[in-house]
């Protein structure tokens, strides 16, 4: 739903959240049908969904109609609040792309400089010695580096663009540990396995269950690192009623996380996701959130297919940030990597996460 007139945001944003709560209705980025929406299925595209639709939020009730009070209470939350300066990786691949071009490193100069996630997945070659290498530079420039962590098994269903994962949960509870280990006690926050929980429906019963008891592992031992602030799949404003991803996130150990996080990889705007945000938190125990600002500033496209894919005319959203002007947001990230394709999309794109100069520089040209 859009508001016409000289609405301020942070009031939109309030008006959302009443929404929310008091009609159930759809109540992000434009008139919504209350469908839920298909996943990604784009390797670092974690998150998706069609544009202009968002699942609408029962949130008087929970998954199973308890009401949300009921479902609501005090949790064992574990792990700091994230802290600024956010690390600015030397390596990222925005910086190897104006190193290797140099006629383009000026259009995506605001790219270099802004703090983005390490994605962090089975494509790692040494996965601890990747992450001791950023979590060690950024305690030294007494920055916070943020990974986003990708390589659950069955990953986006096994059947799209990022399909792939660990081979087994014997596989991935190792990952997880070789991922601490690089880690160790530094400040650092782990955006933990997009799409996980939006897409656990697509898995049989069997497999759902190791997915919980994976997620629930991870969160356990990434918040017992004592610096790390660790936030769940929260999906997105077009995809995953909140009381039903807050039954999800439940189940996946969110009262021992710090929260969760929304938006991973999407378009949809910084207000209306932090209403949706605010919604959930009140069904999980007043958990914390992050919101992934890297390419919304235009917010989500609207009359294509498949929108949530690599959309024309998008921009860059808020920078990084922890002053979000509301106590239940952590942070706002760039947690997607601007510049990487989100896959081939069926318009004969980049494969998902190869770098595509062409977009980065409109994302640059269209920021907020």
Known sequence: MDMAGPVSRPLRARFLVALLLLSGLAACGSEGSGVPQPPTATLLNAAGSESGTCAGASAASGASGAPASAAAGAVGRRGPAPR??????????????????????????????????????????????????????AAAAGATAVFMIYAIPHRDAGAGFSAGGAPNAASYRAFTRQVAAGIGPNNAVVVLEPDSLGQIDSLSP????????????????????????????????????????????????????????????NYYRTEDEV??????????????????????????????????????????????????????????????????????????????????????????????
């Open 84 to 137: 600024q300066p956010f690390f600015t990786d030397p390596a990222s691949q925005a910086a190897d792309a104006a190193a290797s071009d140099p006629a383009h490193a000026n259009l995506i100069e605001p790219l270099v400089r802004t703090p983005t996630a390490f994605p962090v997945g089975d494509w790692l070659p040494d996965v601890t010695a990747a992450v001791r290498q950023r979590s060690e530079a």
């Open 206 to 265: 069997a497999l759902q269950e190791e997915r919980y008891q994976l997620l629930n592992d991870a969160v356990d031992v990434y918040a017992g690192l004592g610096g790390t602030s660790v936030y769940l799949d929260g999906a997105n404003c077009g995809w995953t009623e909140p009381a039903a991803i807050a039954e999800r996130l439940r189940r996946a150990g969110v009262a021992h996380a710090r929260g969760f996080a929304v938006n991973v990889s």
């Open 275 to 368: 209403a949706r945000g605010t919604v959930i938190s009140g069904l999980t125990g007043n958990s914390h959130f992050v919101v992934d600002t890297s390419r919304n500033g235009r917010g989500p496209a609207e009359g294509i297919e498949n929108a949530w894919c690599n959309p024309p005319g998008r921009g860059l959203g808020p920078a990084p940030t922890t002053a979000t002007g509301n106590p239940l947001a952590d942070a706002f990230l760039w947690i997607k990597t601007p510049g990487a394709s989100d896959g081939e999309c069926g318009r004969g794109n980049p494969q998902a996460g190869a770098w595509w100069p062409e977009q980065a520089a409109e994302l640059v040209r269209n920021a907020a």
